[in-house]
């Protein structure tokens, strides 16, 4: 699947999953189900999904060693409250709430799309259907002669401004997605422009959900392009944007996964931990590109541009320390790959990755990186489109990594 495709058709967690499960079938990975019990072969390739939301993709190399990358599938949107639509001045309006932290003024007067999923009642329990509408709706703004004071003090009321318009008569909003009998739904307003080049050379990417899209993308074609020493896991997450704390969010699920592999292949209370404290784990999430326009919202002498490889995240918010920045390093140097240092201005906070959870919860080494971009979690985003492709190589060169290698660090 091209990479523009997987922007343009990852519309929420739901979609990007299934995406991800298309991609591992063509590549050959066998589908497995938390629960049962796991027959794993060395050189196979498997994966398992919960909530159609997240995905778990391994390959079991010859050593008992996790090689671990973390993304998320979810990105900032407005969630859908219910189907009950709100009505005035003679529109009907969907009932939204803000999900994740959006930029809130790009998702106004452009073209959104409703999509998500839908539980339907069946005779023998329930069914989810994945849900894209075949029309637009639009958030619209207050125009500048009835809020003088737009461009400079900009005041949203989420109850109230950010509601889109759905319909001039009253219709159904689950009627207008099927014709099924539909018991309950995760529905999102989420933008739906195509992802297209920038710059007189090409050489910039916008599209909405590059965040963190490009890295679940990476991830999973690094999985694919492999051939392990170790066991290389790609895990791609949902709720990141809202704080992991869900079953199918990184804490919970990556570590029923891995437990289920360690059981597969009978490595005991030992073997497991040495598989893990001698393994690493890469936070794969995009990082702040120096905006041309606001230079003083960065560190004075770290500033990451787009398209200057891939970036490696310090920050209390980070899981990255001296000793994971180091052999993340020396596996971009021996891969001949740029990379840079992001440090945020001290002044600001940086935004949280699922760095820190996974590291609370595993014990293991874990180094946050991503590429550098502009505009994160506007409705349009930018990166620089070479570093997407760094990145992969990047992320191959981890995957490839063997116990004999760079993995295996003694600190005295």
């Known amino acids: 699947m091209l990479l523009k495709e997987f922007l343009d058709s990852g519309y929420t967690a739901y979609h990007v999953t299934a995406n991800a499960c298309e991609i591992l079938k063509e590549a050959g990975f066998v589908q497995l189900t938390l629960g049962d019990a796991w027959s794993l072969e060395r050189g196979g390739s498997y994966f398992v999904t919960r909530n159609g939301s997240s995905v778990v993709a391994f390959c079991v190399g010859q050593y008992n060693v996790f090689n671990i990358t973390v993304s998320h599938t979810d990105s900032p949107s407005f969630k859908i409250k219910g189907d009950r639509l709100v009505e005035s001045e003679q529109l009907w309006r969907l009932n939204t709430e803000k999900y994740g932290g959006g930029l809130l003024y790009s998702y106004f007067d452009r073209p959104m799309k409703v999509a998500g999923r839908l539980l339907a009642e069946t005779s023998d329990g329930v069914e989810q259907i994945l849900a894209v509408s075949d029309y637009n709706v639009v958030i619209p703004s207050l125009a500048i002669h009835l809020n003088r004071e737009a461009n400079e003090k900009p005041f949203l009321k989420l109850q109230s401004d950010t509601l889109p318009l759905f319909s001039q008569t009253e219709a159904e909003l689950y009627g207008s997605l099927t014709d099924r009998r539909v018991l309950d739904a995760d529905l999102y307003v989420v933008p739906s422009g195509e992802a297209f080049d920038c710059g007189v050379h090409n050489e910039f990417l916008c599209s909405a959900r590059l965040d963190n899209l490009t890295s679940v993308y990476s991830s ?16 791609c997450l949902d709720n990141e944007e809202t704080g992991s704390g869900t079953r199918q969010g990184a804490p919970s699920f990556l570590k029923q996964v891995l437990d289920a592999i ?47 490889g891939v970036v490696v995240k310090h920050h209390v918010n980070y899981a990255t320390d001296g000793l994971s920045a180091a052999i993340f390093k020396r596996i971009m140097n021996d891969a001949g790959l740029p990379y840079q240092d992001l440090y945020n201005n001290s002044e600001l906070s940086g935004g949280s990755t699922l760095g820190l959870v996974t590291a609370r919860e595993l014990g293991m080494k874990v180094c946050d990186i991503g590429i550098a971009q502009l505009a994160m979690h506007s409705a349009c985003e930018t990166c620089g489109i070479e570093d997407v492709y760094t990145m992969q190589k990047a992320l191959r060169a981890f995957f490839s990594v063997t116990v004999e290698g760079t993995n295996v660090i003694t600190v005295k």
Do not use: W
Request: hydrophobic share 40%; net charge negative.
């Open 262 to 308: 360690a059981s597969a292949l009978e490595l005991g209370g030992t073997e497991l931990a040495y598989a893990t404290e001698n393994g690493m784990v890469l936070s794969v999430d995009n990082g702040h590109a120096a905006h041309p326009a606001h230079p003083e919202k960065h560190d004075p002498k770290y500033r990451c541009r787009m398209n200057g």
């Open 220 to 235: 999973l074609y690094a999985l694919v392009d492999t051939e392990p020493q170790s066991i290389a896991v790609a895990a």
